[in-house]
């Protein structure tokens, strides 16, 4: 296991999406003093040389990729050390998902910073994947999806339906601004009116509560209304140009996402801007 210094975890396809996800983990850990974490997994399938001309064909890029897998990750450990940040990699062959594990066994690691793009779910490894490991890991993941020029945000929210259980992953949000130089945080309810609402006084009261957690910051609380959750923080975030979003993402049976319609995911696939999902 690591020592108790903050760890990083990028795992990376080599796309311009991961590069993304590097630069901007760069970025942290320059802030946090951390010591970044490259991983990358060949999924090459194990029967590949008795596959068709066609599906030998389909997965020629990632056999390829796994051939030059060393190569490409030093070179990223390079361009780390190289801004004076303390980096190293790891390579497993097989399944990304079921491999992270045992990255994990090996790293304590407090932050995963993954690449995604366009708005949907069925992507590659940096985008379906990045749906799974939301869906696997209780680490704290910061999605991008577009190069991240500052990473000084300014000004965050976190989105929330003011359950008991949200406060400690706001207590983690906050944890993770500590070395940015933030001017407001956010703390926004989306109200859709709709039959199952919390009466208004009631999310009022809950919001105080929340303010009183971000001590220390200038903290600001919105009980916003909108035809849908995901309007609504859209729609929120447009409006007081928010940099990042923080909400939680400790409940994962798959039955209770059902229901719950996966307010973590949808922000995920629908935010133009960088998500950080807060598992507790």
């Known amino acids: 296991m690591e020592n108790n210094r903050y760890n ?7 796309s311009i999406y991961s590069d993304y996800a590097f630069e901007a983990a760069c970025k942290i850990a320059k802030l946090k003093k951390a010591t970044l974490h490259i991983y990358h997994s060949a999924e090459i399938p194990d029967d590949w040389e008795d596959l068709s001309a066609e599906q030998r064909y ?4 990632n056999k390829q990729r796994a051939i030059e897998a060393g190569t490409f990750l030093k070179d990223l450990k390079s361009k780390a050390e190289a801004l004076n940040i303390d980096c190293q990699y790891h390579f497993t062959g097989g399944s990304y998902i079921q491999n ?4 994990l066994a090996k790293v304590k690691v407090d932050l995963i910073v993954m690449g995604a793009h366009g708005k949907t779910k069925n992507e590659s490894m940096l985008g379906s994947q990045t749906i799974k490991t939301l869906r696997k890991v209780n680490i704290p993941i910061l999605i991008v999806k577009n190069k991240v020029e500052q990473i000084q945000f300014e000004r965050v929210a976190f989105a929330s339906g003011l359950h008991q259980m949200d406060q400690r992953a706001f207590k983690k949000f906050l944890s993770f601004l500590s070395p940015f130089n933030v001017k407001e945080v956010h703390i926004v309810s989306i109200d859709t009116t709709s ?7 009631i999310m009022q009261e809950a919001l105080k509560d929340f303010k009183s957690i971000g001590d220390g910051f200038n903290v600001k ?10 309007a609504g923080i859209r729609h929120f975030v447009d409006s007081f140009s928010i940099g990042l979003i923080g909400i939680n993402n400790h409940i994962k049976h ?3 996402r059902i229901f719950q319609g996966s307010n973590v995911e949808g922000v995920v696939v629908e935010s133009k801007i960088p ?4 598992d507790y």
């Open 58 to 61: 389909k997965d020629l890029i």
């Open 221 to 230: 609380t919105h009980f916003y209304q909108d035809y849908s959750v995901m």
């Open 195 to 201: 039959f199952f609402s919390q009466p208004t006084i």
């Open 254 to 256: 798959p039955i209770k």
């Open 100 to 103: 992270i594990d045992e990255v």
């Open 275 to 278: 998500v950080l999902s807060i």
């Open 8 to 14: 990083i975890l990028v795992p990376t396809d080599f």
